[in-house]
């Protein structure tokens, strides 16, 4: 594999092109690596007095009852308003996966899975944090797992 770097200081933003005459492992690799590597890795939480600013690694998961969001992070619980479709499109979807209608977990700070009721499975999170994962959802979860 060849690496050529090309300055070109006319250019008004940066462009990437990457040149293969197959898309193969490697390069599918580079190019996922490039987009992680450029994508936004943190989030503003506006909480009711303030607006916190957390990098995707510092959340273990997020939870919604109604419109109130609930962000479980390293240190603390954080309480915001909003739509869990709203934050998903804002997260990195190769570290978060939605696991119910009602909450969303980081796969870095997964732990185990348990068995729940009715074919259902708990998500057991750092912090001790559990959360539930519908049967609707577990397909998914396994594919980011690799199971």
């Not at 479980?72 to 934050?87: D, F, R, S, W």
């Not at 990195?92 to 348990?114: C, M, P, R, T, W």
Request: hydrophobic share 45%; glycine share 4%; aromatic share 4%.
């Amino acid at each position: 594999m060849k690496i050529r770097v090309e300055l070109d200081r006319t250019m008004a933003a940066d462009e990437l092109v990457i040149k293969a005459a197959t898309l193969s492992a490697d390069v599918a690799h580079i190019v996922q690596m490039v987009e992680q590597d450029t994508a936004q890795r943190r989030i503003a939480i506006p909480t009711e007095d303030r607006t916190m600013l957390k990098n995707f690694d510092e959340i273990i998961a997020i939870s919604v009852t109604g419109e109130t969001l609930t962000y479980y992070t390293n240190e603390e619980n954080l309480v915001a308003h909003g739509t869990l479709k709203m934050i998903l499109q804002k997260l990195d979807a190769n570290l978060f996966v939605q696991v119910s209608k009602q909450n969303v977990i980081n796969l870095d700070g997964l732990l185990s899975l348990e068995a729940g009721f009715s074919g259902s499975m708990v998500a057991v999170m750092r912090r001790g944090i559990k959360i539930d994962v519908s049967r609707r959802y577990l397909p998914e979860l396994k594919r980011h797992l690799g199971l």
